[in-house]
Structures are given as C-alpha cells and as structure tokens.
C-alpha cells in the first residue's frame, strides 16, 4: 500500500479525506490529538483504541511513536535545524493526484 507513493502524500493532504479502515482512522485520531492538544488526551482516547482493536502493546507503540516524532521536531525546530532541499516537495500532493488515488483505492477493510 505505502509503494504507490501516493498514500502518505495523500495523509499528509488530509488523513480524514483518504478511504482507510476504522481502525487505522482512530489510531490517526489519536496521533493528532497527542500532537496538537496532548493535554486533552483521557482515558477514553485510550479506551477507543482498545475498542477498535489494538492490544495494549500496539497502544503503547503508538503513543511512544508519536511522542518520540514530536520530540524529534519540536528539538530541530528549538534549535533551527532545516529541512533538506527537496524534502518538503516529496510530500506534495496535488488535489488532481489526491482525488485520482481516492477514486481507485479503498483501504477501509485493511489497515496502513
């Protein structure tokens, strides 16, 4: 799935947009929610994830992933580290390609 080239462009567009399964859509929920307002993440946000499926071990991943990642950019950025040439332009998507792989994939029965 991640061979097309399209779909974590595609995510980066607008995960809400792309035909994932539920699973994978709450896990992303999660994520952003860690990302954005971690202080609002509660035992419910957890629960959700076990509900959809995921052990508490895939929680656990999940979590520490998305905190190691946030980590990693809020230090580049405290310290004003850039971005190599070119990096910025792989993750481009145009809504022509967007609406194109939306149209002929459908990921709702399996997960990224």
Known sequence: ??????????????????KLSHQDRVMLDYAVKLTHTPAEIEE????????????DTAILDICQITAYYN????????LGVELEDGWDEKLVVTEEEFMSWMDKKDYSKGSL
Do not use: C, H, W
Request: no cysteine; hydrophobic share 45%.
């Open 1 to 18: 799935m991640l061979n097309d080239g399209i779909l974590p462009r595609a995510l980066v567009k607008n995960y809400k947009q792309a």
């Open 44 to 55: 419910l946000d957890v629960v959700l994830l076990r509900e959809t499926g995921f052990s």
């Open 71 to 78: 980590y990693v950019n809020r230090l580049a950025d405290g």
